[in-house]
């Protein structure tokens, strides 16, 4: 198959790259590249070059095929070098994204054209790397030194809109794009802009480098890529554009091969293999054309903002009229956020709201595609829910339960056509975190399976599937993860310096920050109810602080003292007397060795998890973990941290 044509429409050359199923930059299409310039610059009846792709994208970036092994020429820089100094000026015509190497080749282009749903980025640095092929040194050049910092160092997208505005690109086409490219290309001017590679670049004093520094460090948490990637713009600004290029490459050959590139093409594989598990393959799924949820609270509001986000119309059902007003005003507090935040339009938001339709009435489910329960964690509620829904509810209805403790099967018994039934374990805030585990029971079928996996789809969510056992997988690592933390407090750890070193390995918060600010009731609670169904659960230290009152930030004091209005954390000497009791020293320990032992908890509980057959994958764990739990990304997941790569 050639992956690089050549078509001719009057004087204008169209050269269309088709390298399904995202047009990756792989060998052969550099190649074609470089053999296009190079045909096309001997030829006297070419005046211009549109660069399009065939497919639904441009070029999306590299070829994942490559990760991990030798480059092959010719290599990327030489290719867009070929494009930007050739005789014939090229234009490139975006659709769909370009991306990383994709967005460097429309660097190398005289001009940029979009279609108005296009997207251009860099987004090198969420895989550990940073632009090797220009990315940093052409970009200054062309949009100034504040927008390609924003752009590089945090590898987010931006629309083709909003390109325009930052000079990004040069025009957004509307209607067919290469018919309108063919037609820029044959009006160009006779004075062409100057190739970004002989412009001067802009300078910018020593005060924005530190605050741009500054800044970057602390939102990264440890991440190298997004600082060494500032130092390549601010390299790219500092000498002759050969030498920033020198920089940049070796910059970016460094980090090809360090351990967070490694971690992150990890986490990367794995989020592409998790929508689409192989065993699903060809089974057909139940329609999704709208949903309800049962029960209006944190959780069930979140679902259901998170339902009305992917376009599906929502019923909302309560106990009583009072609990549906508040269910729908939980939903107008997500959606009012959303345009403070400037991520909805008020007409979005009121079109969001709309879209629910709040009853006390059952009967109202008779036509839904999806029921999922949000209701209280009591083995009673939930079955009487699922009482009501086999009753009213369609026989080719999915019934999913939230739960994220009980086990599903209790929770369906009783249900008539269990196959249909499925755990839908959705993560607080549900429209935002991104991880869902899917809990199949041993009654629930293909189709069923499947419908969970492309719900999860449909929703943008990372789906896992998980086995059942107490907690699955997420919370059932959680309870490890606190226990472990407990026991090193119990040595005589002090709790700030527990929580210190999960930052410092890249947590947003330690163990008992975040304990606070969610609450210790929640787990003291599940705790109790286990004690009395006669089980021997264990007191913890944070059963100690919830039984004398300290239940988190909400009470002013959990494992650490809160000030009213101020959620930052205190030293509690409380605490101290509390616990004073249940602490034997033990020898100390730095900031390294207390996250090893916390990551090695998780991991070796993760090993167990996967023994057990409750996760598929190792990857699978590092999934949760990441989206779930906040491990942070360019770490891998505990499962990686104690591979042999990691």
Not at 8 to 24: F, L
Request: hydrophobic share 45%; aromatic share 6%; charged share 25%.
């Amino acid at each position: 198959m050639t992956v690089v044509t050549i078509a001719r429409e009057g004087k204008i050359a169209v050269v269309t790259v088709d390298n399904p199923p995202v047009n990756a930059l792989s060998q052969a299409v550099r190649q074609g590249l470089c053999e296009a310039v190079a045909a096309l610059d001997a030829d006297p009846g070419v005046a211009a070059v549109v660069l399009t792709c065939a497919g639904r994208t441009f070029i999306a970036g590299a070829d994942v095929n490559e990760f991990g092994k030798p480059p092959q020429p010719p290599h990327l820089p030489d290719a867009i070098s070929a494009i930007e100094m050739a005789a014939k000026p090229w234009i490139a015509a975006i659709h769909g994204s370009a991306l990383g190497g994709g967005f460097e080749v429309a660097l190398g282009c005289r001009f940029r054209l979009a279609a108005r749903e296009a997207s251009v980025g860099l987004p090198e640095v969420t895989l550990g790397i940073v632009p090797g092929a220009g990315g940093t040194v052409r970009t200054v050049r062309l949009a100034g030194v504040e927008v390609a910092v924003d752009l590089v160092t945090t590898g987010k997208p931006v629309r083709a809109l909003r390109a325009i505005e930052l000079g990004l690109i040069d025009r957004i086409v509307e209607g067919d794009l290469r018919s309108g490219a063919v037609t820029f290309a044959e009006n160009l001017a006779d004075e062409l802009p100057v190739p970004l590679s002989l412009r001067a670049a802009p300078s910018m004093p020593e005060t924005f480098w530190e605050n741009a520094e500054g800044a970057i460090a602390k939102r990264v948490r440890g991440e190298i890529a997004p600082l060494r990637a500032l130092a390549c713009l601010r390299r790219a600004t500092e000498v002759d554009f050969a030498s920033a290029m020198a920089f940049e490459r070796t910059t970016f050959l460094n980090l090809r091969a360090s351990k967070q590139a490694a971690a992150l093409r990890h986490v990367f594989f794995a989020e592409r293999a998790a929508p689409r598990p192989a065993p699903l393959a060809g089974i057909e799924t139940r329609p999704l054309r709208n949903a309800a949820v049962i029960g209006g609270g944190t959780m069930g509001a979140g679902i259901a903002a998170a339902f009305r986000d992917a376009g599906l119309p929502v019923i909302l059902i309560e106990r009583d009229d009072a609990a549906v007003e508040r269910g729908l005003a939980n939903l107008k507090a997500i959606f009012d956020g959303a345009v403070k935040r400037g991520r909805l339009t008020e007409v979005a938001a009121e079109a969001r709201l709309a879209g629910v339709i709040g009853s006390t009435d059952y009967a109202a489910l008779a036509d839904c595609d999806l029921v999922i329960e949000a209701v209280f964690e009591e083995l009673s509620v939930k079955r009487q829910v699922f009482d009501e829904l086999g009753r009213v509810c369609r026989a080719d209805a999915v019934l999913a339960t939230n739960t994220s403790y009980l086990d599903p099967r209790e929770i369906a018994q009783g249900l008539p056509r269990p196959g249909r039934f499925i755990g839908l374990h959705f993560f607080s805030p549900a429209n935002v975190m991104k991880l869902l585990e899917i809990v199949p029971t041993p009654e629930t079928d293909a189709a069923t399976l499947a419908t969970g996996f492309a719900l999860a789809r449909l929703l943008g969510k990372v789906p896992v599937r998980a086995g059942i056992c107490e907690g699955f997988i997420g919370n059932r690592i959680l309870k490890r993860y606190r226990a472990e933390a407990e026991a090193l407090v119990r040595q005589g750890v002090a709790i700030a310096d527990v929580d210190a070193a999960m930052r410092a390995f890249g947590f947003a918060m330690g163990p008992f920050e975040a304990q606070d600010l969610g609450g210790l009731d929640i787990a003291f609670l599940q705790r109790e109810g286990a004690r009395a169904a006669g089980l021997d659960v264990p007191e913890t230290l944070g059963d100690i602080l919830v039984r004398a009152g300290r239940k988190g930030q909400k009470t002013g004091g959990g494992w650490y003292d809160y000030k009213p209005g101020d959620r930052r954390a205190h030293p509690s000497q409380e605490v101290d007397q509390l616990l004073h009791g249940h602490i034997k020293p033990a020898a100390a320990l730095d900031a390294a060795a207390i996250a090893d032992r916390l990551v090695s908890a998780m991991a070796r509980e993760g090993e167990a998890i996967l023994a057990e057959g409750v996760a598929e994958r190792a990857s699978d764990i590092d999934l949760v973990e990441i989206h779930g739990y906040g491990f942070p990304r360019w770490r891998g997941g505990p499962m990686f941290c104690i591979s042999p790569g990691g």
